[in-house]
C-alpha cells in the first residue's frame, strides 16, 4: 500500500519548491491507488505563521493536489497538524531514554554557544561535542534534582557508516563521524522536526518518503532513529534541487527571490496564479522538473502522466526552473481550453484585478481571448472596453479615425445608424444574428460593396480599441443598451 505525504512547515505560503514535491507525491500516489497525506509540520513554533495552513491548502487545491488525509479532512491517523500530538512524540523520547538511546542534555544556549565558537576558532568539528553524554547516571539525577532544564539528544553512533538507499540516487554512505547527536526533544518539552517526522512517517504508515534533496543530510540521523527504535524505515527518494531560472544558484526558499542578476523571480504558488497562469500549465511545467513524459512530449494533462509516474525515472541532476517554458505552456494550454472553462478561468483573474464581469459576457469573448492570450491576465487589456466608461477606458473614437477613403464620413453616418437600428432590434442579440445583418450593411454603404472597412469602422465605434475582440463578439458582450449608446455618441460625433 503506498502512502505519501506532504509535510510543509507553515511558514506562510505554498513556494514553487513545495508544490513540486506535493505534486509528485500527489503524482505517485494515485499511480499507485495509494494515499496523499497532508501533515503540517509546525514543531517550530517560532517560525508558524497565522493563517499559513490555509494558505498552502489554499495553493494545493488551486493546482487541484486532493489529499485524502489531512488537518481539514481529518483521517484515521490523525491529527494531522504535529503541535496537537505533542504527548506522542513525549512518549518515544522517553522510550528512547528509557532504552539507551537518548540522554538528557543540560548544556545551556550559552555554553553550547560559547564552545561553538571556540571550535570554529581551532577550526575543529562544531557540532555538539556531548559532554552530556558522558554523564554518569548520578551526576544526571543531581542536576534534575537540582530543577535543571534540558534537552533529549539522541545517542547517534560515532563509529561506521550509515547507508541512505535512496531510489533516485542510489545507496548514499555517510561515516557516522558526520552525525551529530540531534535534540529531539526541546527543554519545553515539544519534538524537533526530526523526532516528529520519525514518529509521524511511521504511525502514519508512510510508505515512501518524497522530499526535498535538502533533506539529505537529515536521512542518516532518521534512519538511526528508525534501527533504534526497531521500526522499518520507509523507502527514501530525495527530488533534484531547483535552481534559479537562469540555470546559477538555487531558487530561494524565501517569500522574495532574485536569480543571479539581481531580478525577482516568482516562488509562491499564488503569485503565478496572480499573474494569470494556469494551473493545468503550472502541474504540466512541473512534472517537467527533474521528470520527462516520454516521447519528447512537452506538454500534456497531468491525468495522463499519472500512469507514466515512476520514481526510479526521476533525474537527480539539479534542474532549473525554466519560466519561459512557463510561459510558453500557459499559452498553449489556453489555445486548448474549451470556450466555457476558458471563461471560468478568466472571471476569478479579472475579479482579482478589479473588474466583474459577466459570464455571458466572457463566453463570447472567450475564442478571441483563447487565440490572444499567453497568460489569463492579458485579458484584462484586451478586454478594456468592457468595464464601465468612466473606468475603462471606453471614450468615442474621434469621427476621423473611423472614416476612411473606402467609407467617407456620410457612408459611416448611415452605416453606423443603420448598425444602431440592427442592435436594437436583434432578436436574440447574438453572433449568427449580428453577423448576417451587419455584413449586409456594410455592403450596402461602401463604395466597393465589400463590408470590411465598415465593420472595422463598427468595431471601433463600440470598443474605442484598436485591438479587441472581433466586432460581433464585442457587440454581444457589452450587452444592447451600451452597444447603443456608444454608438449613439459615435454617430453624434461624425455628425459634428
Ligand atoms: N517539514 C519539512 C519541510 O518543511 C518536511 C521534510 C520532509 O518531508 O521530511 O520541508
Redesign the pocket.
Known amino acids: 500500500m503506498v502512502r505519501v505525504r506532504f509535510?510543509?512547515?507553515p511558514t506562510g505560503y505554498l513556494h514553487i519548491g513545495g508544490a513540486r514535491t506535493a505534486l509528485y507525491n500527489w503524482m505517485f500516489a494515485r499511480r499507485h491507488g495509494g494515499q496523499f497525506i497532508l501533515r503540517i509540520?509546525d514543531t517550530d513554533q517560532k517560525r508558524t505563521v497565522k493563517g499559513a495552513i490555509e494558505a498552502i491548502m489554499d495553493g494545493l487545491r488551486w493546482l487541484g493536489l486532493d489529499w485524502d488525509e489531512g488537518p481539514d479532512v481529518g483521517g484515521p491517523y490523525g491529527p494531522y497538524i504535529q503541535s496537537r500530538r505533542a504527548a506522542l512524540y513525549r512518549e518515544w523520547a522517553d522510550w528512547l531514554l528509557d532504552n539507551g538511546y537518548a540522554y538528557k542534555c543540560f548544556c545551556t544556549a550559552d555554553e553550547l554557544k560559547e564552545r561553538r565558537a571556540a571550535a570554529k576558532a581551532a577550526r575543529g568539528d562544531q557540532s555538539y561535542d556531548r559532554r552530556c553524554r558522558m554523564l554518569s547516571a548520578a551526576e544526571v539525577a543531581a542536576r534534575e534534582a537540582g530543577g535543571l532544564p534540558y534537552v533529549v539528544r539522541f545517542k547517534a553512533p560515532t563509529e561506521g557508516a550509515t547507508v541512505i538507499p535512496d531510489v533516485i540516487r542510489g545507496d548514499i554512505t555517510v561515516p557516522n563521524s558526520q552525525i551529530a547527536d540531534a535534540v529531539l526533544l526541546k527543554s519545553d518539552g515539544l519534538p524537533t522536526?526530526h523526532l516528529a517526522?520519525v514518529v509521524d512517517d511511521h504511525f502514519m504508515e508512510i510508505s515512501h518518503?518524497l522530499?526535498?534533496d535538502e533533506?539529505i543530510s537529515s536521512a542518516p540521523l532518521h534512519l538511526n532513529l528508525y534501527a533504534a527504535l526497531g521500526w522499518a524505515h520507509p523507502i527514501y527518494a530525495h527530488l533534484p534541487l531547483v535552481l534559479n531560472p537562469s540555470g546559477k544558484g538555487k531558487l530561494s526558499k524565501r517569500a522574495q527571490a532574485f536569480d543571479d542578476q539581481g531580478r525577482q523571480v516568482l516562488v509562491k504558488v499564488e503569485e503565478f496564479r496572480d499573474a494569470g497562469y494556469l494551473p493545468q500549465a503550472l502541474n504540466n511545467f512541473l512534472a517537467n522538473v527533474g521528470w520527462s513524459f516520454g516521447g519528447d512530449r512537452e506538454i500534456f494533462p497531468i491525468e495522463e502522466a499519472i500512469p507514466r509516474f515512476a520514481i526510479e525515472d526521476i533525474n537527480p541532476a539539479p534542474t532549473r526552473l525554466p519560466y519561459d517554458k512557463l510561459d510558453w505552456l500557459t499559452g498553449q494550454w489556453i489555445q486548448m481550453m474549451e470556450p466555457l472553462a476558458l471563461a471560468r478561468a478568466v472571471r476569478p483573474v479579472l475579479a482579482r484585478q478589479g473588474h466583474e464581469v459577466g459570464a455571458e459576457a466572457l463566453l463570447a469573448v472567450a475564442p478571441a481571448l483563447k487565440v490572444r492570450l499567453k497568460k489569463l491576465t492579458d485579458a484584462e487589456a484586451f478586454l478594456r472596453f468592457l468595464w464601465d466608461d468612466e473606468t475603462g477606458g471606453f471614450a468615442a473614437p474621434a469621427a476621423d479615425r473611423l472614416v476612411s477613403a473606402k467609407l467617407p464620413a456620410d457612408a459611416a453616418r448611415r452605416g453606423l445608424q443603420a448598425a444602431r437600428d440592427l442592435i436594437a432590434a436583434a432578436q436574440p442579440l447574438d453572433v449568427a444574428t449580428l453577423s448576417a445583418g451587419l455584413t449586409a450593411i456594410g455592403e450596402s454603404v461602401t463604395a466597393n460593396g465589400k463590408a470590411g472597412p465598415f465593420l472595422g469602422a463598427l468595431r471601433l465605434a463600440v470598443t474605442g480599441q484598436d485591438v479587441s475582440p472581433p466586432v460581433y463578439e464585442s457587440i454581444v458582450a457589452l450587452g444592447r443598451a451600451r452597444a447603443l449608446a456608444r454608438l449613439d455618441s459615435v454617430i453624434a460625433k461624425i455628425e459634428e
Open positions: 509535510a510543509p512547515s509540520e522536526y517526522n518518503i522530499r526535498a533533506w
